[in-house]
T-cell receptor
């Protein structure tokens, strides 16, 4: 079974609008971490936001927020006030713990295009 | 803080040739990871080191692949007798010792390998 599922291969959003990128995950661990990374065309993976499985509040980092629904095993990324520079690939990832800290599992990504 | 650097950025080779990539992690990070990413997919785990010890290898890492991290600093990834299916982006990442699920990975810009 896939550890991380991103069902939106591509998304379009109008500049200054908000957009939600979907992510569901699969784990039997109680302790795990969820991450979102951005990958521009330059190739480097840029960390955006983190949510721990025991965190009761949704994580926020500037224009990024993570809509964490533990019972549904979803960790959607919300980008508010989209900017042209947000156009990139976005990957959801999970680190399981405590037995498996060494591996990150990545989804297949969502390509976001921000239209002017 | 110089970040994770990878060399070369691009490599074009003929099938059957050997290639070697280098990764320099962030200096205080003792964990180093190699991932492979093909077009339209998320990064797939290949192997990781804690200091100079290679602690885990993915089944994706065939006998033609070897990775080293002498002295626990930089790492090299060698592919022998390259095949066209080896064409991909090879990403290196580093982190401090992961004792919690929130330990994030810092990525380099990757080496894009094209096997003709």
């Amino acid at each position: 079974a896939q550890k991380i599922t991103q069902t939106q291969p591509g998304m379009f959003v109008q500049e200054k609008e908000a957009v939600t990128l979907d992510c569901t995950y699969d784990t039997s661990d109680q302790s795990y971490g969820l991450f979102w990374y951005k990958q521009p065309s330059s190739g480097e993976m840029i960390f955006l936001i983190y949510q721990g499985s025991y965190d009761e509040q949704n994580a926020t980092e500037g224009r990024y927020s993570l809509n964490f629904q533990k019972a549904r095993k979803s960790a959607n990324l919300v980008i508010s006030a989209s900017q042209l520079g947000d156009s990139a690939m976005y990957f959801c990832a999970m680190r399981e713990g405590p037995r498996n800290f060494n591996k990150f599992y990545f989804g297949s990504g969502t390509k976001l295009n921000v239209k002017p | 803080d110089t970040g994770v650097s990878q060399d070369p950025r691009h490599k074009i080779t003929k099938r059957g040739q050997n290639v070697t990539f280098r990764c320099d992690p962030i200096s205080e990070h003792n964990r180093l990871y190699w991932y492979r990413q093909t077009l339209g997919q998320g990064p797939e785990f290949l192997t990781y080191f804690q200091n100079e010890a290679q602690l885990e290898k993915s089944r994706l890492l065939s006998d033609r692949f070897s990775a080293e991290r002498p002295k626990g600093s930089f790492s090299t990834l060698e592919i022998q007798r390259t095949e066209q299916g080896d064409s991909a982006m090879y990403l290196c990442a580093s982190s401090q010792a992961a004792t919690a699920t929130n330990e994030k990975l810092f990525f380099g810009s990757g080496t894009q390998l094209s096997v003709l």
